[in-house]
């Protein structure tokens, strides 16, 4: 008498025969597999990667520059260009270039020194502590700023009062002149003396002849060594 197939054995063949064909579709599908997409970036790792891709098409990026959109292709690189140039819109793209004529509130850094000058101590004589001779003729900005962070030191005596004096100078004329005074503590035990770092700045027109002497100065009322004065940093800024 013959064995009839069972269900069990029916459903096994149907599913080995589902998994075949699934198999065989999965094979002969032109597009790519999904799990290694990303070997078709490139060639190698050492391929330029481009925009459509993510990258910039470009092998290098010139330090200082900006980066200009370009749709699928190479992003484009802008130079600075000369000292005080702006970026300008031509209306489709953009470009360094001089400051148009007539543009007004515009700021440029001339000079800029951030290392800490000598520091004033033992001496109460006015002292310069930073100085820039202009590279620039007067009539190139309609102004000038001129900006220091200064540093006073007296926190370590007692019974020590002193006056800090900081002038802003354009040769031996005082532009702006800036006090501040330390009144230190004579009980012990508890801290003496203060600490002042601040900003200080003045704004002057553009009647500076060229090379002059741009000048931060200092000057303490208190020989004392542990009482200091300083100019943490110093710059001028052009404004049109």
């Known amino acids: 008498m013959k064995r009839l197939i069972s ?18 579709q999965i094979s002969r599908s032109a597009a790519p597999n999904p799990g290694h997409a990303w070997a078709d970036i490139g060639n190698s790792l050492n391929d330029v990667l481009t ?13 200082n520059s900006l980066l200009l959109g370009n749709g699928t292709n190479a992003v484009q690189l802008v130079a600075p260009g000369t000292s005080g140039n702006v970026l300008i819109s031509n209306g489709s ?4 270039g001089a400051s148009p004529a007539g543009l007004t509130g515009a ?49 370590n005596n007692a019974n020590k009062n002193v006056t800090f004096n900081w002038n802003l100078k354009e040769g031996a004329n005082l532009k702006k002149a800036f006090t ?11 801290r003496r003396g203060l600490l002042y770092t ?5 704004i002057i027109p553009n009647t500076i002849p060229n090379g ?4 931060v100065t200092g000057q303490k009322s208190n020989t004392q060594t542990t009482i200091t004065m300083m100019v ?8 049109k």
């Open 7 to 24: 269900k069990k054995n029916v459903l096994s063949v149907l599913l080995l025969g589902g998994l075949v064909f699934a198999v065989v």
């Open 51 to 63: 925009a459509d891709r993510g990258g910039t098409g470009q092998s290098n990026l010139t330090a």
């Open 93 to 96: 793209t953009w470009a360094s």
């Open 107 to 155: 700021v440029v850094l001339l000079y800029s020194d951030e290392t800490n000058s000598i520091s004033l101590n033992n001496n109460s004589s006015e002292i310069v502590l930073k100085n820039w001779a202009m590279t620039v003729t007067n009539t190139a900005y309609s102004s000038y700023i001129i900006e220091a962070v200064v540093n006073g030191n007296d926190q």
């Open 180 to 190: 501040w005074r330390s009144i230190s503590m004579t009980t012990s035990g508890i």
């Open 198 to 202: 601040g900003t200080i700045k003045t």
């Open 212 to 215: 002059a002497n741009l000048t």
């Open 232 to 239: 943490h940093s110093f710059r001028v800024y052009g404004v």
